[in-house]
């Protein structure tokens, strides 16, 4: 097609705008990048306009290995298996409070190089195309967590009683929220895009796993996540949140804790969930610790339950959606093969894509866990490394293939 020179001109200067507009995209994405950020519409997870459906997995790890510069092929060795199988979405943590390899050595003061860490990880997944899914707190004392918190305040001298003051002790409070904003409002050393600027985030997490002795029936978790919701949504409106929940039902609906496997956390699935700045409910599952001695069929029956009851609070009361966040079946349960890994997975990726067909709620699951080679160091017996279990490799990219299908199913008109 022929063009006039005023036309050429305009036309190769058109060129050069767009051209240094996606360069620039990943540097300045406040408004180019906008439509890039997950959000929600009633139970469903959209990305610029469409139902987003997605087959995840968890690496809480990824940070912590990064950190040392010649270690981070495993990640990149990781992003590049997930890929491969049609993995998504990435949990992994945003935090190591104290002790050896920390990110946050004190309140409020932190090792430039693990942060670098975490900013390589970020950065390696907005290269791969993955959401990550970042949890900045830990219930346990894994990676310091909240006992870490609770020791640094007792150590300034503040009087308290346990672990369940991470909840209630105005310093320990702004001790979290400091780091919440710390890490919020991080520039990435590597891409230099503010961490609460960058789509590849899709998702803060208030805290892994909440559990709480001093209050079973939920409300004292359920001020703090109150709270800690609104201040982080007063620095960061650009992404979803959630708080980290396992599932457990408490006093708001006491019917619902029959669905519990016996006893009680310190969480309300219900009300922790409707708080209004809490963006997607989700539940972890590990029957065979929670049920341990109990048969496979046992186990089996009580997790379809767990999935069926939780799906149906997400569309009818909470009315958001719903990601199965962890579940796994460990090597070093009696009788454990592959193969009943691998059915085990089956069933549950069976339900995940059923339940989302049937109206909605449930947006994705996130196995626990992928590693790469050579990392035993980590390995906890759920661990599972894509390139020695083809079989299992198989059934994730099967699972990949149909929430993805189904994706584009539900965004016809």
Same mark, same amino acid.
């Given at each position: 097609?022929?063009? =006039? ?64 510069? =010649? ?321 299992? =490799? ?20």
């Amino acid at each position: 097609m022929a063009f =006039s020179n005023k036309s050429s001109y305009i036309l190769r200067v058109t060129l050069l705008l767009v051209v240094s507009l996606v360069i620039c995209e990943g540097r300045y994405p406040s408004s180019f990048n906008k439509r890039g950020f997950v959000t929600t519409r009633g139970t469903l997870f959209v990305l610029n306009e469409s139902p987003f459906l997605f087959n995840g997995f968890n690496s809480y790890w990824m940070m912590h290995v990064a950190a040392e510069p =010649s270690e981070r092929y495993k990640v990149s060795n990781v992003f590049r298996d997930a890929i491969a199988a049609g993995l998504s979405v990435c949990r992994t943590w945003a935090f190591a409070d104290g002790g050896d390899h920390a990110l946050q050595m004190s309140p409020g003061v932190y090792d430039e190089r693990v942060f670098q860490g975490l900013d390589f990880v970020i950065s390696e997944a907005r290269k791969y195309g993955i959401r990550l899914i970042l949890s900045l707190v830990n219930n346990y004392n894994d990676f310091g967590g909240r006992p870490q918190y609770v020791s640094w305040a007792k150590n300034a001298g503040i009087q308290g009683d346990d672990d369940d003051d991470f909840y209630t002790s105005p310093i320990i409070k702004q001790y979290y929220k400091d780091h919440v904003k710390s890490v919020l409002t991080r520039y990435n050393t590597i891409t230099g895009v503010g961490y609460k600027d960058d789509s590849t985030i899709m998702a803060w997490e208030l805290i892994n796993e909440p559990r709480c002795k001093a209050d079973y029936s939920g409300r004292m978790i359920n001020g703090w996540v109150q709270e800690m919701a609104s201040y982080v949504k007063s620095i960061d409106s650009n992404h979803l949140l959630e708080v980290g929940m396992e599932g457990f039902y408490g006093d708001s609906m006491p019917e619902k804790k029959q669905n519990n496997p016996g006893y009680q956390v310190g969480t309300d699935f219900i009300a922790n969930n409707l708080i209004k700045e809490i963006d997607f409910a989700t539940i972890h599952a590990y029957p065979d610790i929670w049920l341990s001695g109990q048969s496979d069929h046992s186990q089996m029956h009580f997790m379809q339950r767990w999935m069926t009851s939780h799906w149906m609070d997400s569309r009818t009361i909470l009315k958001k959606p719903l990601v199965f966040a962890e579940f796994g079946k460990s090597s070093k349960d009696a009788g454990y093969t592959v193969s009943a890994r691998d059915t085990f997975m089956s069933t549950v990726y069976r339900s995940i894509h059923n339940f989302a067909k049937s109206g909605g709620g449930f947006g994705g699951g996130l196995l626990w866990q992928l590693m790469g080679e050579g990392m035993e160091a980590y390995h906890d017996g759920y661990e599972i490394v894509l390139s020695k279990t083809p079989s299992t =490799s198989a059934l994730i990219l099967g699972q990949s293939k149909k929430m993805t299908l189904l994706a584009h199913v539900l965004s016809r008109p």
